[in-house]
C-alpha cells in the first residue's frame, strides 16, 4: 500500500471513529472537527484521480459522504463544526455510519486508525 493509499485509509478511519477517538487524533490547537474533513477530502482528491482505483459502488459510496461532509459545510453551518456536535449531533453519527459502510465496501477494516495524524506522518506502517 503506498503513502496516499495508507493516507487516505486512516483518513477514513477517523470520519468512521467514536467521537471521543476522533477528537483524540489532532493536536489541541487545531479546530479538530475541521480537521477530520479536511483530511478526508485531501487524501480522497488525491485517490480520485486514480480512476481504476475504486469500482462504481465504491465511488458512489465515497461521493455520497463527501456530500454529506458538504452539505453540512458553509458559515451558515458552524455550529455542526464545534466539538459538542460532534459528539451529538444525529448528522455526525450518519457521516461516521457512511464511512464504515465505504470501510466495508474497500475491504479495510473499520477500526481506530493507526496513531494521531502527526505520527502517521512520520510512521508509516508500510
Given amino acids: 500500500m503506498d503513502y496516499s ?13 467514536p467521537a471521543e477517538v476522533q477528537l483524540q487524533l489532532f493536536p489541541d ?5 475541521d ?19 475504486f469500482s462504481k459502488k465504491q465511488q458512489h459510496l465515497l461521493e455520497n459522504l463527501n456530500k454529506k461532509l458538504d452539505e453540512i459545510s ?6 455542526y463544526w464545534l466539538e459538542e456536535a460532534l459528539r451529538t449531533d444525529a448528522v455526525w453519527e450518519a457521516i ?5 459502510i465505504v470501510l466495508g465496501a474497500l475491504g479495510w477494516p473499520v477500526s481506530e486508525p493507526f496513531g494521531n495524524r502527526s505520527e502517521v506522518l512520520v510512521n508509516v506502517p508500510y
Avoid at 29 to 33: E, G, M
Avoid at 37 to 50: G, L
Avoid at 74 to 79: Q, S, V
Wanted: net charge positive; proline share 2%.
Fill in 5 to 17: 493509499t495508507i493516507r487516505f485509509k486512516w483518513s477514513l478511519q477517523a470520519l468512521a471513529a
Fill in 74 to 79: 458553509g458559515p451558515e453551518n458552524l455550529h
Fill in 29 to 33: 490547537y487545531l479546530w479538530k472537527v
Fill in 35 to 53: 480537521e477530520i474533513a479536511i483530511e478526508f477530502d485531501q487524501w480522497y482528491q488525491v485517490m480520485k484521480r486514480r480512476h481504476s482505483f
Fill in 96 to 100: 461516521r455510519s457512511l464511512a464504515r
